[in-house]
């Protein structure tokens, strides 16, 4: 996720492979999916709150990310809860920074988790339509604050991310399948625009992504993740499939505090060390601009809320994305109080506990190396 000042960049060099067996399609049938439901949506009470039952949960999972400082801190809090979460694989996406470095850095939490059993694939080098757009100035020219990188040992999968998805979700049996989005939605619409079957095997999609109540982070009313691919974002929100987002109304309201990131130093492990010395760097930028007492981890929350979901507090609502040009590029227009009659297509989460979130991340980061 993130950055108000994410500047344009040039497309990274398309796998010939991807080039000639996803993009022609998409280009058939993009127009068509940006007006209609690829499965019409299911009705809910728009004004209905929701809170998630404090019982345990586990998923089998497949998380898109594109680390990202973030991003990183998510896939080890991830990692280290394999009893609740069954990580299937991480598909990686252009986003934060392009394509190589987000996988590179994908690679990187798999080594320091000490997770060689998970499989990684690349997929979207670049966004279905718009210019692609990086970010930085946020997250360092590598992606990762506060911590110097390398290439990792364990190679990528062979294969793609899209294939992946597929290939995986038509195999799967039906409604099992929860997909973590932490970047871009590139992928999964590259998936559903090949295989629109594959909503039948998706249990559901939780996603950091999009901001009402608080207002954009790289434009005045759009949040990067959307911004990036605003034509990705519109045609998952019309998947049929189950959504739970994580908009910045709520990350902006789980904060870091010298005291908590002290305590994640404090656990005397290189996992704890790491996180900390991401977040001390990665914070600083949000903290000056928005004036905040301590900055938003963003990504990991969507980890939070699968483990826990009783920490966090929503309501379902219609969501859809303005993928005009414009001022309102970009932008998650999310009809709150239902005027629009129109049925509910996200759980929106605006709430959280912000020290039962600390506590969380910091208890699974204790269980790393």
Known sequence: MHSRAAAAATPSSLPSRLAATIFPVLLLGLAALLTTSLIAPKAHAADASTAATAAAT??????????????????????????????????????????????RNARLAREWAKRPDIAIYAGAPRPLLRTPIYAADIHGSEGITGVKV??????????????????????APEKSVTLAMLGPETNLALALTQAPDITRGLRELVLMGGAHFNGGNITPTAE?????DPHAAEIVLKSGVPITMLPLDLTHKVLTSPERIARLRGLG????????????????????????????????????????????????????????????????????????????????IAEGDAQGFFDLLTQRISRLP
């Open 58 to 103: 586990t998923h089998t999972l497949i998380i898109d990310t594109d680390p990202g400082a973030d991003d990183v801190i998510a896939l080890l809090f991830a990692m280290a809860s394999p009893e609740q979460l069954k990580i299937q694989a991480l598909t990686t996406v252009a986003g934060n920074v392009p394509l190589a470095k987000t996988s």
């Open 150 to 171: 390398h290439e990792p040992s364990q190679p990528l999968a062979e294969g793609n991310a899209v294939d992946y998805l597929i290939r995986t979700l038509r195999a």
């Open 224 to 228: 990067f993740n959307v911004f990036a």
């Open 269 to 348: 492990n290189q996992a704890g060390k790491t996180v900390a010395d991401i977040l001390d760097a990665y914070v600083q930028h949000d903290m000056q601009y928005y004036g905040l007492p301590g900055g938003p981890v963003h990504d990991a929350t969507v980890v939070a809320y699968l483990l826990q979901p009783s920490l966090f507090r929503g309501r379902k609502v219609n969501v859809e994305v303005d993928s005009r040009e414009g001022l309102g590029f970009g932008q998650t227009v999310v009809d709150w109080y239902g005027g629009l009659k129109k049925p509910a297509n996200v759980n929106w």
